[in-house]
């Protein structure tokens, strides 16, 4: 094991190791340097690979025309002051992003998606519209989840909120770190 992270090899080995079990490999990946863990997420196949904060021009390349979709995860960077993703050089390259809370006691305690959505847009100069994507359609992709949630069509789980008055859908990054959820509904039931 490199400092910190799995080596190449070791990745490969685990991700085979699971793939006999029936698992779909996602990948935290190039966190804290360039590990080859994106050119390994996308040759397993990966639903996804998490984090990048450490990607370059051969990770973009080895991203795209695959399946495997690149997650940022603004939380643990925010809160490890860790740098942040290119995610406009990786969308003007013709990447989807995702983006996720990677919620979890050591390295981003908030699960708070409007605050993803708000970091994304301030700090990550995405669009409302990308955004708002990234946290919806493009993460229930990088769950293997696509076909059933991140979207509201006929045949998939009722999975919405409803926001207090707003002006528009773009003031939803713009009061960061306010409540704009009035209702939420999860299959199809009132919370």
């Known amino acids: 094991m490199r400092k910190g992270f799995f080596t190449e090899e070791d990745t ?3 991700l085979m ?3 006999k079990y029936g698992l779909k490999a996602k990948l935290h990946a190039n966190e804290m340097g360039y590990s080859g863990g994106v050119q390994i997420g996308v040759k397993y196949h990966a639903l996804s690979v998490d984090h990048l904060e450490y990607i370059g021009k051969a990770e973009i390349n080895s991203l795209k025309n695959s399946e495997t979709m690149p997650t940022v995860l603004p939380g643990a960077a925010f809160f490890l002051g860790l740098p942040l993703s290119p995610v406009r050089e990786m969308i003007q390259s013709g990447l989807p992003i995702a983006m996720a809370s990677d919620f979890n006691p050591g390295s981003s305690p908030s699960g ?3 605050f993803i959505c708000s970091l994304a847009c301030i700090k990550y100069k995405m669009l409302p519209e990308e955004a708002i ?3 919806t359609l493009n993460s229930a992709y990088a769950m293997g989840l696509s076909e059933e949630m991140g979207s509201i069509c006929v045949g998939k789980k009722a999975n919405i909120f409803i926001t207090k008055p707003i002006s528009t859908y773009e003031f939803m990054p713009y009061a960061y770190g306010s409540n704009k959820v009035e209702t939420v509904i999860l299959n199809g039931q009132i919370q």
Do not use: D
């Open 133 to 135: 994507h990234a946290v």
């Open 17 to 19: 190791a699971g793939m």
């Open 112 to 114: 708070n998606m409007q």
């Open 12 to 14: 490969e080995r685990i």
